[in-house]
């Protein structure tokens, strides 16, 4: 069963825009929330992390939202660039290991 | 250099033949984790260790087992490798909970 579900497997956006990736999770325990990029051959690299006692966290151009009523997060890319071109992995932890979303693959569009 | 680094990158291999992947990290941490990529299925966790003592069962440890030689070293062998392992793999990382896991550049393994 899926703890941490991205249910978008692609999303296309054109260069300017903002990109919005959704991220659902089952398991109430989770407590810290990450995002994770990843380009083909490379392993992925670590984009944002939130704390369940935040709501939004900031970065740059990188903004990650956290509903845990509804346990959904997002991440907010604005304004997207072609470069942002890559799969987006949601993470989720408890007093566990990382689990992983099956992952989005985001297109911008110059 | 890297702060995580896996050899090889690449690896073809045949059905039933052993085979190591080796992990090194000159971050310091403690924690590190060995990861399976398949295509739509994300990244699936196989075995991590807590410290050169401390080895435990990820989701998918099935035909899979682990070493950990020292702090800055864990290994990923497959003892009769099968097609179905064919996958990118990923080491990783990290402080615990409430932090980051930093990846390695992955391993392409191929069996057939």
């Known amino acids: 069963d899926q703890q941490v579900k991205q249910n978008s497997p692609s999303l296309s956006v054109q260069e300017g825009r903002i990109s919005i990736l959704n991220c659902d999770y089952t398991?109430?325990?989770?407590?810290?929330f990450l995002w994770y990029k990843k380009y083909p051959a490379e392993g992925p690299t670590f984009l944002i992390s939130i704390s369940s006692i935040k709501d939004k966290n900031e970065d740059g151009r990188f903004t990650v939202f956290l509903n845990k009523s509804a346990k959904h997060l997002s991440l907010h890319i604005v304004p997207s660039q072609p470069g942002d071109s890559a799969v987006y992995f949601c993470?989720?932890?408890?007093?566990?290991?990382?689990?992983f979303g099956k992952g989005t693959r985001l297109s911008v569009i110059a | 250099d890297a702060d995580v680094t896996q050899t090889p990158r690449n690896r073809i291999t045949k059905t039933g033949k052993r085979i190591m992947l080796e992990c090194s990290q000159t971050k310091g941490h403690d924690r590190m984790y060995w990861y399976r990529q398949d295509p739509g299925l994300g990244l699936r966790l196989i075995y991590y260790s807590f410290d050169v003592k401390d080895i435990n069962k990820g989701e998918i440890s099935d035909g899979y087992s682990v070493s950990r030689q020292a702090q800055a070293k864990f290994s990923l062998s497959l003892e009769s490798a099968i097609p179905n392992q064919t996958a990118l793999y990923f080491c990783a990382t990290g402080q615990g909970v409430g932090y980051e896991q930093y990846f390695g550049p992955g391993t392409r393994l191929t069996v057939t």
């Open positions: 993470a989720a932890s408890g007093n566990t290991p990382l689990v």
């Open positions: 398991n109430s325990m989770f407590d810290y």
